[in-house]
């Protein structure tokens, strides 16, 4: 029994810091922004679905999804890679590249928070990684698990913003937006080369 606590508590771990919730909060407000309570707690509920969502299918289903469609994993690290390095490029410039439209703006903070930047290939490869050493319902655990710690960070992103001060927020979201392209960058690299 201690070992299997052990191991959901290991795999929670390194879950909670590929999915970096805390990355995710100057993006998450900043999309928020001016939305009701109620409407920011299902943007939290959103985000946290998608990434849970594609956790639990990779979980699951594993590679077969990638057989199927006959995409291989690099090809995927790759795909990832770009969209996660146009997401650091937004938030280390300060610009907006593909900023939806204000009518869709509130559907798309929660797929966007949700993926890729929780649940990118960082996290399906760490999932995968996880289930085949510690077997699946000990990472079904610490994927839940996961998701609710996600949730209630993006619940309260504005208060945490709030506290730390707009000036705070915006060197940590410049500098964030550098180290997040930066993984971009070796997500891509790291799929180039399996490619090649």
Known sequence: ???????????????????DPILSIPIFSSMTEGQSKSEINRQGLIAAAVAG???????????????????TLPAFQVA????IFILGLQMALGIDIGQPKEHKKKSAAGVVIGTP??????????VLLLS???GIPVVAIAIALCLIATWI????????QRILGDE????????LGMLLAAIAIKIISQGIISLV
């Open 1 to 19: 029994m201690s070992d299997f606590i052990s191991a959901v508590v290991y795999s929670f771990s390194v879950l909670f810091v590929i999915l």
């Open 53 to 71: 969502g594609l956790m639990y299918i990779f979980l699951f289903f594993n590679f077969v999804i990638f057989d199927v469609l006959g995409i």
């Open 80 to 83: 990832g890679g770009v969209i």
């Open 117 to 126: 930047l929780l649940c990118g290939p960082g996290t399906i490869t760490t």
């Open 132 to 134: 085949s050493e510690y």
């Open 153 to 160: 960070i993006l619940r309260f992103a504005s208060t945490i």
């Open 168 to 175: 705070i927020t915006d060197i940590m979201g410049k500098v």
